[in-house]
């Protein structure tokens, strides 16, 4: 099932296209990229330049592909993102997560899944573009979770982009979540975050919070609540971006907020009827509409999204 999401390929492969199904003309080259065996992803080249700026994109959390796409959720948010910014001359790389091919290989053990592997792999990527001379400007833009590994990344780069990412670290944004959706639940998640913090595993908790903290995830867990991003952000010495959308219902705006208060001098935009997967959901956004978003890679992109992008890298 997973190999729809996977391309596996330790070669590199060239395809060069004239015109999208939509007959508006491509004008970029794409390559398939093995950056070692189980890290994989897409390069788009804009066509006829020996030299252009690259963003390289960070997915969100689970085992989304380079499309940012999951299993049941496919809307190719990134996969349009990176088309559409390509097509305005600004190369672009995404790639999928490590653990897809893991999943692929039946390798994948989430007890030995550190948050500090995807920093890694970002890291691994960077390196990799940083020695190809044709790109001018190098960026990293992280998407929702990518958003944090993309700051623990971005040493040596040009540039850093903020897409619907947190600003809270990840068991404040638990508890939040808790307490709007299942409040009944929220002192015991707050009994199992208080142990996590201090580093410690733990079987005693609510088994109906088992889908957050099985004892398999509990140790990703920890590593994640090691980072703040209003604490990190602030140590980021570039152009920084923050993006939102106001119709996302997993990150909301305040988040967005507060990474603008840790580093007042970057620029900042609220994207008016985007949501969490980048599209744009108009008029009430009701939750119906939001969520078939999700599911749907026929709902458009938002357009102020890449406009906003291009405006910050050129």
Not at 78 to 101: C, G, M, P, W
Not at 223 to 250: A, H, R
Not at 282 to 307: F, H, M, Q, R, W
């Amino acid at each position: 099932m997973m190999k729809r999401f996977l391309s596996i390929t330790l070669t590199v492969l060239l395809t060069i296209s004239s015109f999208s199904g939509f007959g508006q003309q491509i004008n970029y080259i794409q390559k398939d990229i093995a950056i070692d065996e189980t890290l994989q992803g897409t390069l788009l080249k804009p066509m006829n330049k020996k030299e252009f700026p690259l963003v390289i994109f960070i997915a969100g959390s689970g085992p989304t592909d380079r499309d940012g796409n999951q299993k049941h959720l496919k809307n190719n948010s990134l996969r349009q993102l990176a088309e559409r910014l390509s097509n305005k001359q600004v190369a672009t790389f995404r790639y999928d997560k490590r653990i897809l091919a893991e999943l692929l290989n039946d390798t994948f053990e989430e007890k030995n899944v550190s948050f500090d592997n995807f920093v890694a792999d970002a890291k691994l990527i960077v390196q990799y573009f940083k020695r190809k001379p044709q790109y001018t400007k190098i960026y990293l833009a992280g998407h929702s979770q990518g958003s944090l590994v993309g700051m623990l990344a971005s040493e040596g780069i040009d540039g850093f982009i903020s897409i619907a990412g947190a600003g809270q670290s990840i068991d404040k944004v638990i508890e939040h979540q808790i307490e709007n959706t299942a409040p009944t639940l929220l002192e015991s998640a707050k009994e199992t975050l208080d142990k996590l913090r201090k580093g410690k595993t733990t079987s005693d908790y609510n088994p109906q919070l088992e889908i957050l903290f099985r004892k398999s995830l509990q140790p990703f867990m920890i590593s994640w609540m090691n980072y703040t991003p209003t604490e990190e952000i602030k140590k980021l010495d570039m152009p920084i971006l923050i993006v939102n959308g106001d119709k996302d219902l997993q990150v909301a705006v305040s988040e967005a907020e507060l990474l603008k208060e840790a580093s007042p001098e970057a620029e900042y935009k609220i994207i008016k009827d985007m949501n969490h997967v980048l599209k744009d959901i108009p008029g009430e956004g009701k939750l119906d509409t939001n969520a078939i978003s999700y599911t749907n890679p026929e709902i458009p992109l938002s357009d102020e999204l890449v406009s906003t992008i291009l405006n910050f890298i050129q």
